[in-house]
């Protein structure tokens, strides 16, 4: 498979959600090496077919625009880059999902002369499965940490297990940017950064809108904005069960109360205290030096993330900042979280940079895919996950994976819309009605 002749990198992204393609989209223009002066790259995203395949306000909202955009399954994902010649490919995707592929393109390229430089990573913090993820995602050739503190966690996993740790490459998070804080506005603005899943309960998530439009009613001089992922209906990487606009409704908030939507940046240019239960927004708004809250309300745990900003000097309650607090974040943390505060964003990607150049220069080719999880050393485990995606034990498509050796017609096409359409209704509508009645 030859490298691209022309000047422009040939780069393919395959992601599962919104946040990944924006991750994944993002961190391919970071990284992508340059060529005989250029840097100019060609973009082809491909986003995997599932629950949270992004819709197209989604990719708008994103902001992240590439030369071409299709939908596929694993299995016709991996017939394109049979046929296809890139020089980077970017994985976006849940760990299963890039154990999955790395196993179904092992199996496609042997034999090639040449393949692309594979590239995988997290969209934010990593603050659960770290082994799992980890363990999940070896076999790329390189695997991104955003930061100092997740790279040496990352080496240490490998290493513990006995896999190669030379993949693991310090970066940034590739969504960083925009203009420092420089004081207060005027409106002063509050932004609650709100998650999908964290948290999950209907009690939480009421109390922590009560207590934003608490803040608006005692604060009526302050703008407060509710920041919204996702519409009802739309997924994100998570699954929404009981989406902020529908606890809102039948209150009534005051003026300076707001739901907004649009891309976190855009909102960021406003904001004057980002609050958060641990929304990778904080590390976006630490960047810019924005005072930045994690909130404590619902105490400090791994089931929410925010034990993750233990040390940064940002965890505060409710209470504290409806009396006029300001948090100050401690540096020597911001600085171990790729947050790239002190200016040295511009440096963050070198390192991959580099790496990328060397991997497409190697004389021969780079060797085959090697993950960790073979059917050797994970027989209990792998064929699972690579069943998932309709492949088998050594990453071939199963006997009746969806259209694994031809392009689906136009009538299948529209089959697959609706079926989709059925199945998003079913896991954010029925799904949780089901779930619920099996908790009375």
Not at 146 to 153: H, L, M, V
Not at 217 to 236: A, M
Not at 269 to 292: F, G, K, Q
Not at 342 to 362: M, P, V
Request: glycine fraction near 10%.
């Amino acid at each position: 498979m030859p490298a691209s002749a022309t000047n422009s990198l040939r780069v393919a992204v395959l992601a599962d959600s919104d946040t990944r393609w924006k991750w994944g989209a993002l961190t391919a223009n970071r990284i992508a090496p340059e060529r005989k002066g250029e840097s100019d790259i060609r973009l082809d995203g491909y986003l995997l077919r599932g629950r949270a395949t992004p819709t197209p306000r989604q990719l708008q909202e994103v902001g992240v625009h590439a030369d071409s955009l299709r939908e596929v399954t694993a299995v016709e994902f991996l017939r394109a880059m049979a046929q296809e010649s890139y020089d980077v490919l970017v994985l976006a995707l849940v760990g299963g999902g890039v154990q999955a592929v790395l196993h179904g393109l092992k199996r496609v390229w042997e034999g090639q002369a040449r393949r692309p430089v594979v590239v995988t990573g997290y969209v934010g913090v990593v603050y659960e499965k770290l082994a799992d993820g980890l363990l999940l995602r070896h076999g790329a050739d390189l695997v991104l940490a955003n930061s100092r503190q997740d790279a040496e966690r990352f080496r240490a996993v490998y290493e513990g297990v006995g896999a190669d740790a030379s993949a693991v490459t310090e970066v940034a998070l590739p969504f960083l940017g925009g203009e420092p804080y420089a004081g207060e506005r005027d409106p002063y603005t509050v932004v609650f950064a709100a998650q999908p899943s964290v948290p999950d309960s209907r009690k939480d998530r009421t109390y922590l809108l009560n207590r934003l439009i608490q803040h608006a009613r005692r604060h009526p001089e302050r703008e407060v904005l509710l920041k919204l992922r996702s519409k009802p209906g739309e997924h994100t990487t998570h699954i929404e069960e009981l989406p902020y606009q529908k606890l809102a409704q039948g209150l009534e908030p005051p003026a300076n109360f707001r739901l907004v939507y649009g891309n976190m940046g855009e909102v960021l240019d406003r904001t004057d205290l980002l609050v958060t239960i641990s929304s990778t927004a904080a590390l976006e708004s630490l960047h810019r030096r924005i005072p930045t809250v994690v909130l404590t309300d619902l105490g400090v745990r791994e089931t929410l993330g925010n034990h993750h900003f233990v040390g940064s000097g940002c965890l505060a309650s409710w209470d504290q900042l409806d009396d006029g607090h300001r948090p100050a974040a401690d540096e020597e943390w911001v600085s171990r979280q790729g947050v790239c505060a002190d200016g040295t964003y511009a440096t963050a990607f070198d390192a991959a940079r580099e790496r990328i150049a060397e991997l497409l220069d190697r004389p021969g080719g780079l060797p085959a895919l090697t993950p960790y999880y073979t059917p050797a050393t994970a027989p209990g485990y792998l064929p699972g996950i690579l069943a998932r995606h309709h492949l088998g034990p050594d990453g071939s498509p199963l006997p009746g994976a969806p259209a694994h050796d031809k392009e689906p017609g136009p009538v299948r096409q529209i089959v697959r819309r609706a079926a989709r359409g059925a199945y998003r209704h079913g896991v954010q509508r029925v799904a949780p009605v089901i779930r619920r009645m099996g908790e009375l």
